[in-house]
C-alpha cells in the first residue's frame, strides 16, 4: 500500500461517465426489450427505456433539458417499432408534465414519486397503444392493461437501479 485512502470521494470522473451514463442507460433499456427473443401476440414486456428515462427524471430533477424526449424518444421509437414520433411526442410531454409538476410541489416521497412515475408509464403506454391503433393496428387497449400493471410494479426495482449508477457516476 502506498498509504493513500481509495475512496469514492476523490477520485476523477470523465464527462462521459458523469453525463453519459444516464443517456447509456435509456439507450440500453430501449434496446433490452428488441434484444430478447421473445415473441407474443400482446405486449409483454415492460420498457424499460421509458421507465429508465422517468427513474432518472424522479431521482434527479434537473438531469434531463426539456428537449432530451425527442432524441431519447426517437432511439426508443426505432428500437420498438412504434410508429416513428409517438415516444418523441408522449416522452417530450412527460418530461414537459415532471417538470412542471416538480416547480409545483416542493415536497415529494416514496409514494408521490411511484404515483408520479406510474401515472407518466401509463400515460406513455396508452398514447403508444392509441398511435398504433389509429395507423390502423393493434388490439383492444385491455391487451395492455396488464403491461401497465407490472411496468408500475417494476418502477420501484428500475429506480433503485438508477440510484446505485448515480452513486457510481458522480464523485
Partial sequence: MNGYSTTRIARPRHVLQIRGTPVL????GSMLASALPIIAQVPLLPPFGL????AWRLIRADIWPLWIGLP????DDI?????????????????LGLDL???RNFWRDYWHDWLIGGLSIAFALLGGW??????????SVVQILPQIAYSIGLLPLIVRICAALDRWRLP
Avoid at 130 to 139: C, D, E, K, Q
Wanted: charged fraction near 0%; avoid cysteine.
Fill in 25 to 28: 442507460a435509456v439507450m440500453i
Fill in 51 to 54: 421507465m429508465i428515462f422517468v
Fill in 72 to 75: 431519447l424518444g426517437l432511439f
Fill in 79 to 95: 428500437m420498438s417499432g412504434q410508429p416513428l414520433g409517438s415516444a418523441v411526442l408522449l416522452w417530450t410531454l412527460i418530461l
Fill in 101 to 103: 409538476e416538480h416547480q
Fill in 130 to 139: 392509441l398511435f398504433v391503433h389509429l395507423s390502423g393496428n393493434g388490439g
